[in-house]
């Protein structure tokens, strides 16, 4: 059974968002759409707790969000405990949110990287393992400061 990959996008977004769910099939996941369904402006946070809150729940192991920046979706994705959302712009920024700080949800910016360059960063990002080591003490002094 695939795994299923939990994707959301604004408006700015849209688009990429349609590119990369089409990618995760080529890759053997199965994306969850939940929205936005179209180029209408609508409001990022809403798209980025429904994916952000089934990874921070536990019910998916991580999830991608996808905004004009990514920067929006990142900050509302991180408010949510069990959550570490990474904005890539490039394949070693993916690898090195997996590698060191066990992201689990992956940040992309619709207006500054096309679907050719969302490939491998998306790839990477997915096969990516996390280090460990002397970045699990880091990893949970983050998990530590949510109870705060």
Wanted: glycine share 12%; with cysteine; proline share 3%.
């Amino acid at each position: 059974m695939a795994e299923k990959i939990p994707v959301g996008s604004d408006h700015a977004g849209y688009k990429l968002k349609e590119e990369v769910k089409k990618y995760l099939v080529e890759l053997g996941y199965e994306p969850e759409d939940f929205g936005t369904g179209g180029p209408e402006s609508v409001d990022y946070p809403d798209f980025a707790a429904e994916v952000a809150g089934r990874v921070g729940r536990g019910e998916r192991r991580r999830g991608i969000l996808i905004c004009g920046s990514g920067i929006g979706m990142s900050i509302a994705a991180n408010k949510f405990a069990g959550v570490r959302a990474a904005l890539a712009a490039s394949e070693e920024m993916a690898r090195l949110g997996r590698s060191h700080n066990d992201a689990n949800v992956l940040a992309l910016g619709g207006r500054f990287i096309s679907a050719e360059q969302a490939r491998p960063i998306v790839k990477t990002w997915l096969e990516t393992e996390f280090e460990g080591g002397r970045h699990a003490q880091r990893v949970a002094k983050i998990a530590e400061s949510e109870n705060k």
